[in-house]
Structures are given as structure tokens and as C-alpha cells.
């Protein structure tokens, strides 16, 4: 039992089975539908309870709208606006109002998720959030995510799914998810994109730079 190769499969089988428990019961709301073209990842939520135990629950955009209008709380709107300036390289100087609707809607967010006991988000990123708020949600993902809320985009409920298990097995490490395109085996690397709802805290030496 002490020995490592023993320990290091011991330790993903608990592991496993803590992350399987902890699902059982989990839920995860679908927050604007599924982005439109997005066809596949239309799921069916009664084989997803079945399967799994994730209890998945529904909302129109119009109800997170309401709940980041109704705010009116501005410390706790400028704490999270002041740590995006803060977690910022560099960033551009007409961003500064795009970072305070930011701030509100993640404020929003956490308040969705604390009156409805939620383990996880997937989030209709657009086109909605834009056409009816101006506003490019990539960087509000990031931030959730880097408060422990698994955020994923486009509605992408299996994601959510995905990005939850991945935050069990890890303990509570924050995760993302992103396309990965192809691999080079010549230099060991790996390229993804779709980065939209990664946190600043996976960023590398180089920060965060905002444009």
C-alpha cells in the first residue's frame, strides 16, 4: 500500500468517486438557451438527470437583465470592477465602462447562483448579450470562473458538465474549456482556441492583456 505506483491510482479512484457522489444532485442552469447554430449541444435534461444526477434548470435572459438592473449594492459592483483593472497588464482606456457592466453582470451572476443553490452555469454568450446590452461576455466567463462559479459559453450545457467533473476530480482547481485544433508531437504542444471563458488566473508570466 506505501508504495507510489499503488498511491497515485488509489488516489484517482477516490478521486473518481468523490467527483461521481458529488454530481449526483449537482445543478446546473442553462442561462439563455443554447446559442443559435449550436444544434449539438441541445441535450435532453431528463437523460442528463438519469445518467448522471445533474438536475439541470433553465433561464431566460431576461431574468438575469432584471437582476443585474435591480442591483444596488455599487461596493460590491466595484470590488469586482477593481480587480479586473488590477488583474489587468494593460488594458485599453475605453474599456473602463465596458469593465463596470461587466462588473454588474457578474455581481449579477453571483447572485443567481447563491438564491439557487447552483453548481454551474452555461451561458447563451451571444448573440443576445450584445445586441441587447453592447456587451461581449468573454471576460465576465473568465471572472466567474476564477471565483470557483464553472462557467461555461454558448449554452453548452455538456461543457458545464465537463468543466464541473474536471473542478471535482481537481479539488476545486478552476478549469476552462476551449477547442483543441491539433497537436504538434515534434514540440510536445497543443493548440486550442475558443478561449472565452478562461480565467485570469491560467494566464502565463505575461498576464492579462484587455483591447
Not at 431566460?60 to 483593472?85: F, K
Not at 489587468?88 to 447562483?113: I, K
Request: with cysteine.
Amino acid at each position: 500500500a506505501g508504495e507510489e505506483q499503488f498511491i497515485e491510482r488509489f488516489d484517482a479512484l477516490v478521486r473518481a468517486l468523490y467527483t461521481s457522489i458529488n454530481l449526483k444532485g449537482a445543478r446546473i442552469a442553462l442561462v439563455g438557451g443554447v446559442a443559435p447554430g449550436f444544434d449539438n449541444l441541445i441535450i435532453d435534461s431528463g437523460k442528463l438527470q438519469e445518467k448522471t444526477g445533474v438536475k439541470l434548470v433553465e433561464y431566460d435572459m431576461e431574468h438575469i437583465y432584471a437582476l443585474a438592473d435591480s442591483l444596488s449594492d455599487p461596493e460590491r459592483i466595484n470590488r469586482y470592477y477593481q480587480r479586473m483593472i488590477d488583474q489587468s497588464r494593460t488594458y485599453s482606456a475605453n474599456m473602463e465602462e465596458y469593465f463596470q457592466e461587466t462588473a454588474r453582470f457578474q455581481a449579477a451572476f453571483h447572485l443567481l447562483v447563491e438564491e439557487n443553490e447552483l453548481d454551474a452555469l452555461a451561458v447563451s454568450c451571444w448573440p443576445k448579450f450584445q445586441t441587447d446590452r453592447h456587451l461581449g461576455v468573454c471576460t465576465l466567463l473568465g471572472q466567474l470562473n476564477d471565483d470557483s462559479i464553472v462557467t461555461s459559453c454558448e449554452g453548452d450545457v455538456p461543457g458545464a458538465l465537463g468543466m464541473l467533473s474536471l473542478h471535482l476530480l481537481s479539488l476545486g482547481k478552476t478549469t476552462t474549456i476551449m477547442d483543441m485544433v491539433t497537436i504538434d508531437p515534434a514540440d510536445d504542444s497543443v493548440l486550442l482556441w475558443h478561449c472565452g471563458p478562461t480565467a485570469p488566473s491560467l494566464s502565463d508570466e505575461n498576464g492579462v492583456a484587455m483591447q
